[in-house]
């Protein structure tokens, strides 16, 4: 097998033992971009060649840390100080930061290297980049962290850096049929990242397993505790259906069942819940605060660059800057009021699970996509993480995902990886 198509952790293992080296590894990983990079179009800046001189230094080093001489991606909104950040927008195009952000600082202090930056939707908002989807060109990757999604689904990387304000790592992991994990609010440190909405932007990413996003997490968290995910396998589930349950598309609510009938077989105690009309709101309360921030956010390059966005975010700065601050707080506190009944959830559940998308991958001239099934756990900072196992009429990937509770994500990783042993056996 070539040695791109190792998960993380298996790569790890070989590298740690020199069984395998990290030049070896990063030279099938570019051979994998050179060859498929003019389909998908996932990045957006490399240099192969420092990449390999790292590979080559690493190589003749001791062991560094828990990720020496992985390869991994990194979404264009996170500085770098070896490659332009641009941010997905032509007025930061060649941009060059002093210094690298901090996950990116924390990876490559624990051996990683950069691959490369991979592709943004436009300031990490609407307007999609070129990328394609793997599993179908003609599909969209979903956004905004399209890029990185596209790169791991097609054996580019074995994991790559993304961000989530609405949807932008649950939905793309979706779509391209990978592990995505979006922290809890404020777990990772967001210095040298470019922020849009300050109360919702979280740093997370994407690989082919549960114990992979773990792996990295452990990394930018400090927390080596995230990589011990056993579990004796008889977590209490609430399966949730929102009220867009009805609009969603016959194959995801095919595989929520089939889901809840492995993991009931599987042991799990499985509960179907109701959403109180309050929580029904936050959707909304998401998209308000997220306009409200983001105009505050850009407001530089909204007074300066007008004529050089796109009409989809000029019309959310736009809309941002007519939300009043008495809304707004509204809003806030409708948040915390959510995070209190949500609270109360998981008094009776170890997860809630939900779905990561309305249905397949649509096709990419529609968009990147809806988010709507990821604002709400954006807007309460839950620790979520999409488990693709399932897929579409179109061949097209599906999965759900799996809520835990705020700051719980040690245990929310671990019975997300219970179920997808269950759910996707023998992978």
């Known amino acids: ?21 990290a030049e070896q590894l990063l030279r099938d990983c570019l051979a994998r971009i050179e060859a498929r990079e003019p389909i998908v179009q996932a990045w957006t800046a490399r240099d192969a060649e420092a990449a390999l001189q790292h590979a080559r230094e690493l190589d003749r080093s001791p062991i560094r840390g828990v990720l020496h001489g992985l390869p991994f991606g990194v979404k264009d909104v996170f500085a770098t100080h070896d490659l332009p950040t641009s941010c997905g927008s032509a007025i930061y195009a060649g941009h060059r930061p002093p210094a690298d952000a901090a996950a990116v600082a924390l990876c490559r202090q624990a051996g990683a290297i950069v691959a490369g930056k991979t592709v943004t939707t436009e300031f990490a908002s609407y307007q999609p980049g070129p990328t394609r989807n793997p599993h179908n060109p003609a599909h969209t990757p979903g956004g905004s962290s399209s890029g990185s999604a596209a790169a791991v689904a097609d054996y580019m990387v074995p994991f790559a850096l993304g961000t989530q ?15 995505g994990y979006k922290p809890s609010l404020g777990r990772i440190q967001r210095a040298g990242l470019k922020t849009i909405a ?20 452990s990394v930018m968290m400090g927390d080596a505790s995230l990589r ?35 993991l009931s077989r599987a042991g799990a105690e499985i509960e179907e819940i109701d959403l109180p009309p309050a929580l029904a ?3 909304q309360a998401q998209a308000d605060i997220m306009a409200v921030e983001m105009a505050q956010s850009l407001a530089f390059e909204h007074l300066r660059y007008r004529d050089r966005l796109g009409d989809a ?51 990419f001239e529609s968009g990147t996509g809806d988010p709507i099934f990821c604002r709400m756990w954006s807007a309460l900072g839950t620790p979520c993480v999409h488990l693709p196992f399932h897929t579409g009429p179109q061949g097209l990937p599906l999965g759900l995902q799996a809520i835990g509770r705020r700051d719980d994500d040690r245990r929310t990783l671990a019975i997300a990886r219970w179920m997808l042993s269950v759910l996707r056996p023998g992978q």
């Open 228 to 262: 011990d995910l056993a579990y004796d396998g008889r977590p209490r589930i609430g399966l949730y259906r929102p009220s867009q349950w009805p609009s969603t598309e016959p194959s995801v609510q095919q595989a929520s069942a089939l889901a809840a009938s492995a």
């Open 165 to 179: 304000t609405a949807g932008s790592i649950i939905r793309p992991a979706a779509y391209c049929g990978v592990v």
């Open 198 to 217: 300050d109360s919702l932007d979280t740093i997370g990413g994407f690989a082919r397993t549960v114990d992979d996003v773990a792996l990295f997490a």
């Open 281 to 283: 709101a936050l959707a």
């Open 1 to 21: 097998m070539e040695a791109n198509r190792l998960s993380a952790t298996q790569a790890v293992e070989r590298l740690a033992r020199r069984e395998l080296s």
């Open 313 to 363: 975010l000029l019309a959310v700065l736009d809309a941002g800057t007519r939300i009043s601050a008495a809304e707004h707080q509204a809003n806030l506190q409708r948040v915390q009021d959510g995070r209190a009944q949500v609270e109360r959830w998981f008094e009776q559940y170890d997860v809630l699970l939900v779905p990561s998308a309305t249905g397949e991958a649509p096709l």
